[in-house]
């Protein structure tokens, strides 16, 4: 990273503009040098370069554990590596939580995966493991939603973990995955928390989070539907998009987007919103930070 300023300068800024916004925030999958981290090494890499910073979450990208196939290997040959990410992890005090947006529908594949990441986000303590709730394709949205409610209760209560599942907005307007959607599933089942992708929102949408008054409809609908403590440690993600009438077509950088950051920061402190707050800019770390930049003096 090339830096204007020293980094303990940086830090400090972004540090006090996190402890003003009451949100963590961080970035997805990986930094400039390694977009998405798919070692222990390079996560590690990610944390360290994301502390001098002064970041406070990361989200670890599927990839990362796409080699594992049975959750045995988990412990017999990956074990060590993801103490090494959870050591390092709270020893910056960095947030971690883990992502699959592509899961299997067959179910004997589909009750693998869910074990296998349930039990690599409870090794590393992370905070929650979020799905794209869209992976029963061929039925109708209503019913899919009862199976995947159904499925969810079944493999938290058999698992027996204390990780909640992260329940992702989904971009595309014939998939399972609106905010309503979203909150009937988090009010239907146990251990789960609904996860906010503004860009998917926005682009299922047609661009409907164009101003402050649209965020705030989501945030007060999940406070009204899900009580006032949903949206005291709420789980967001940012970034641009393009969409036509299907949804998300591509996701951008923020600044080239029609859905602004700012209209997001203002809704969420005129509603006392606190929580995470994940980037998923292609331009990685630099662009959060002229970003911040820019909230240095909103946020006082």
């Known amino acids: 990273m090339v830096m204007a300023e020293p980094l303990n300068m940086i830090r400090k800024k972004t540090l006090k503009i996190q402890e003003r916004l009451g949100m963590r925030v961080g970035i997805a999958y990986g930094i400039s040098k390694t977009p998405i981290a798919k070692t222990a090494d390079e996560v590690v ?42 050591t390092t992890a709270q020893k910056y005090n960095i947030e ?79 998939e399972l995955g609106s905010l309503e959607d979203v909150i009937e599933i988090a009010k239907r089942t146990t251990q789960t928390e609904p996860i906010i992708n503004f860009a998917n929102i926005h682009g299922r949408g047609s661009g409907f989070l164009r101003d402050e008054s649209n965020f705030k409809f989501v945030l007060n609908k999940l406070k009204n539907e899900l009580g006032p403590q949903s949206t005291q440690n709420s789980y967001f993600l940012f970034s641009g ?17 029609d859905m602004k950051l700012v209209n997001l920061i203002k809704a969420a402190m005129s509603t006392g919103v606190k929580g995470t707050l994940i980037f998923e800019d292609p331009n990685r770390e630099q662009s959060i930070l002229d970003i911040l930049k820019e909230f240095g003096d909103m946020v006082r």
């Open 45 to 86: 890499d990610a944390l360290t370069e994301l502390y001098k910073v002064g970041f406070k979450a990361f989200l670890l990208p599927k990839e990362l554990f796409s080699k594992i196939k049975d959750p045995q290997e988990i412990f017999k040959e990956h074990y060590s590596e993801l103490l090494k990410i959870k």
């Open 96 to 174: 971690l939580s883990l992502h699959h947006d592509d899961l299997p529908e067959e179910p004997h594949k589909l009750d693998s995966v869910l074990k296998i990441f349930f039990n690599i986000a409870h090794i590393m303590d992370c905070r929650t493991f979020i799905i794209h709730p869209n992976f029963y394709k061929m039925v109708p949205q209503n019913q899919a939603l009862k199976i995947l409610v159904h499925k969810i209760n079944e493999v938290v209560n058999t698992l027996n973990l204390k990780i909640k599942l992260g329940i992702e907005t989904t971009g595309r307007v014939n």
């Open 241 to 257: 998009v393009s969409y036509g009438p299907s949804g998300v077509i591509k996701y951008l950088p923020s600044t080239k987007s």
